[in-house]
C-alpha cells in the first residue's frame, strides 16, 4: 500500500496504561458532558432538545458549509510549514489527525503519529515532517493562548463587567503565549537552550517515537540542535502562510459559533460571543478528555450565562458547535483516511530537501 510500509504498520499502538486513560477520560468527558453541563448552565436536557428541534436543515447545511470553510483554511499552515505539500493532502492529514486525536486513547500521540505516517507515505523527510510537527506545533498553542486575551481586548473596549472566568481565561494565556514565545525564540537563538529544551521534550516523547518503530530516529534534542537552521528557515518562508491559515481557520470557527448560537435563537454583542468562544477554544488544550470535551464546552457556557445568556439556549448553541468540531470529525475522518489510502505513495527521500507529493 505504502512506499514505506513499514512505517504504517509498524504505526502508533496505545500501550494498557494509555487505554486505561483514554477509557476514563471519555468517560469523564461522557459525565462532564450529560451531568455537569446543564449544573453549569442552570438548565436541563429536555429544555435543550426542545431549543434544537427548532434547527432546520438549512441551517445544518450552513454550520456544515462553515466547518468545512475552516478546515481548508487550515490547510494554509500545514502547507506553509511543510514545501511541497499540496492543500488536498493537507485536509487530509488534519482529519486524520483530528479523527484519532478524538477517538483514540492517548489521541494527540494517535495524530501525530497518524501525521508521520502520512507525511512518509507521500515521500517527504523525517527532518522536513519534525520540523512541520513542531512548527505547527508552536503555531496551534500560540493561537490558543492569545484569543483569550483579543477576547479581554475586546470586553474592555466595550465596556461591561467582566466575569472572573474570562479575566483568568486572558491572564493564562497572555502568561503561557509569552512563555511559548520566548521558549521558542530561545531554541532559535541559543545552542543550549535548544539542548535543555530537546531534552526535556526528549522524555516526553520518546515512547511515542519508539511507537514509531523507526531505527533511525534520533533523540529530540539532537534534533532541534540539529535542525535549528532548518526550523528558521520554515519560519521565515513560511510565517504568513502559517499565520494566515490559523486566523483564518479561528475567525471562520467563530462565524461557526455565532451562527450555531443565532440558529437556537441566542443574540449577544460580538464581544460576549467572542469571549465565550476564546475561553472555549483556550480548553481544547486540555488533554483529559479527548478534544477537552466538557471542558471547553462548560467554560463556553459559563461566560454565556455569566453575561445574561438563556441557559437553555447558550447550552443548545455550544452543544451545536460542538458537534460540528468533535462529532462531525469522525465521518469525515473516515473518508479521509480512505482518501489516504486511495492516494498515490512516494519513496521517502531524505536527502531531498523539499521530496515530491504526489496525489491522485
Known amino acids: 500500500m505504502a512506499a514505506d510500509g513499514s512505517i504504517v504498520r509498524g504505526m ?3 500501550t494498557r496504561r494509555q487505554l486505561v486513560q483514554g477509557v476514563l477520560g471519555l468517560l469523564l468527558g461522557i459525565v462532564l458532558v450529560v451531568w455537569a453541563l446543564p449544573k453549569v448552565a442552570h438548565t436541563t436536557w429536555g429544555a ?5 428541534g427548532h434547527v432546520g436543515f438549512g441551517s445544518v447545511m450552513q454550520l456544515f458549509g462553515l466547518m468545512g470553510l475552516g478546515l481548508w483554511c487550515y490547510t494554509f499552515t500545514l502547507t506553509g510549514s511543510l514545501p511541497g505539500l499540496r492543500h488536498v493532502q493537507a485536509l487530509i492529514v488534519n482529519l486524520c489527525g483530528s479523527s484519532a486525536g478524538n477517538l483514540v486513547p492517548g489521541g494527540g500521540a494517535a495524530g501525530v503519529a497518524v501525521t508521520y505516517a502520512a507525511f512518509r507515505s507521500w515521500g517527504f523527510s523525517r527532518r522536513d515532517i519534525s520540523t512541520s510537527i513542531i512548527v505547527t506545533g508552536v503555531w496551534n498553542i500560540l493561537a490558543r493562548m492569545i484569543l483569550p486575551v483579543t477576547g479581554l481586548i475586546a470586553l474592555l473596549v466595550a465596556g461591561g463587567n467582566l466575569p472572573q472566568a474570562v479575566v483568568r481565561g486572558g491572564l493564562i494565556g497572555a502568561a503561557s503565549g509569552l512563555a511559548l514565545l520566548a521558549v521558542f525564540i530561545s531554541v532559535l537563538v541559543s545552542d543550549t537552550a535548544a539542548g535543555l529544551i530537546g531534552r526535556a521534550l526528549d522524555r516526553v516523547l520518546r515512547p511515542l517515537l519508539r511507537r514509531l518503530r523507526s531505527s533511525r530516529e534520533v533523540a529530540i534534542d539532537q534534533l532541534i540542535r540539529d535542525q535549528r537552521g532548518h526550523i528558521a528557515s520554515v519560519v521565515r518562508h513560511g510565517w504568513l502562510k502559517m499565520t494566515f491559515g490559523m486566523v483564518a481557520f479561528f475567525l471562520v470557527f467563530y462565524v461557526l459559533f455565532w451562527q450555531s448560537l443565532h440558529v437556537v435563537g441566542l443574540r449577544m454583542t460580538f464581544s460576549h460571543m467572542f469571549a465565550a468562544y476564546a475561553v472555549g477554544r483556550l480548553l481544547t488544550a486540555i488533554g483529559i478528555t479527548p478534544g477537552g470535551v466538557g471542558f471547553t464546552e462548560a467554560g463556553a457556557v459559563a461566560v454565556l450565562v455569566a453575561f445574561g445568556a438563556d441557559p437553555a ?6 452543544v451545536l458547535f460542538s458537534l460540528y468540531t468533535h462529532v462531525m470529525e469522525v465521518p469525515l475522518g473516515i473518508l479521509a ?3 489516504w489510502a486511495m492516494s498515490k505513495k512516494t519513496a521517502p527521500t531524505d ?8 496525489l491522485t
Not at 435543550?48 to 434544537?52: H, I, M, S, Y
Not at 439556549?313 to 455550544?318: H, I, V
Open 12 to 14: 502508533w499502538r496505545p
Open 337 to 339: 483516511y480512505l482518501g
Open 48 to 52: 435543550v432538545f426542545e431549543t434544537l
Open 313 to 318: 439556549q447558550a447550552l443548545s448553541g455550544t
Open 351 to 358: 536527502g531531498a530537501p523539499h521530496p515530491p507529493a504526489a
